[in-house]
């Protein structure tokens, strides 16, 4: 089946530092990749995405690129800022199957300190 | 323009309770599903419809029922809770692999 992978947190940054945060996946086919965002009390909301291999997805000074020789899709921001602290979720779907269903990594916590 | 919605946000059951968790979604979407969200374990797929009158089983159903009369609605059944059911639920509408997420809801069952 479907997996996807991504760093554990939780990441403590200070504020306009650059954050990495890694995601690998395994699919069976060609997955669309997605990076979700969950601020506090919140729902998830989609940040970016990517549907096909060296795909560029960006929102919000966030950055993505779908590598299909490395089956990767990592999340970067050149300089963060306290109001980007969140948890962040790697996902894949398969466009053409029924149900669009989403297979979600473990989410990452970042915390921005001023 | 209101999304997804989902209530309650809160909610604390006894073992044993029964409860339906409330989803409805106005842009018309024809993919609907539900999700729980434990630490260090993402999101699970529980149900999910592809469809009115179309519903099937995602990767952690045991304990949950599902239906789908309409469009809208997406409700969430929880026949009889057991503590391993405290969590918090999402609700998502789905197209063209994009999802919209409602607020959640945070279930204790005590």
């Known amino acids: 089946g479907n997996s996807v992978t991504q760093m554990e947190g939780p990441v403590t940054l200070s504020e306009e530092a650059f954050l990495t945060i890694n995601c690998t996946y395994t699919?069976?086919?060609?997955?669309?990749l997605f990076w979700y965002v969950q601020y506090p009390g919140e729902g998830l909301q989609l940040l970016l995405k990517?549907?096909?291999?060296?795909d560029k997805g960006s929102n919000k000074g966030f950055e993505a690129t779908y590598r299909k020789e490395t089956t990767s899709f990592h999340l970067e921001k050149g300089s963060v800022q306290v109001s980007d602290s969140a948890v962040y979720f790697c996902?894949?779907?398969?466009?053409?199957?029924?149900?669009?269903?989403?297979?979600f990594g473990g989410g990452t916590r970042v915390l921005v300190k001023p | 323009n209101a999304g997804v919605t989902q209530t309650p946000k809160f909610q604390v059951l006894k073992t044993g309770q029964s409860m339906t968790l409330q989803c409805a979604q106005d842009?018309?979407?024809?993919?609907m599903s539900w999700y729980r969200q434990d630490p260090g374990m993402g999101l699970r797929l529980i149900h999910y419809?592809?469809?009115?009158?179309?519903?099937d089983q995602g990767e952690v159903p045991n304990g949950y029922n599902v239906s789908r009369s309409t469009t809208e609605d997406f409700p969430l059944r929880l026949l009889s809770a057991a503590p391993s059911q405290t969590s918090v639920y999402f609700c998502?509408?789905?197209?063209?692999?994009?999802?919209?997420f409602g607020q959640g809801t945070r279930l204790t069952v005590v």
């Open positions: 990517a549907t096909k291999a060296d």
């Open positions: 998502a509408s789905t197209r063209q692999g994009l999802a919209f």
């Open positions: 842009m018309n979407h024809e993919y």
């Open positions: 419809s592809v469809g009115a009158g179309i519903t």
């Open positions: 996902a894949l779907t398969m466009i053409k199957a029924a149900g669009n269903k989403l297979t």
């Open positions: 699919a069976t086919g060609y997955p669309s």
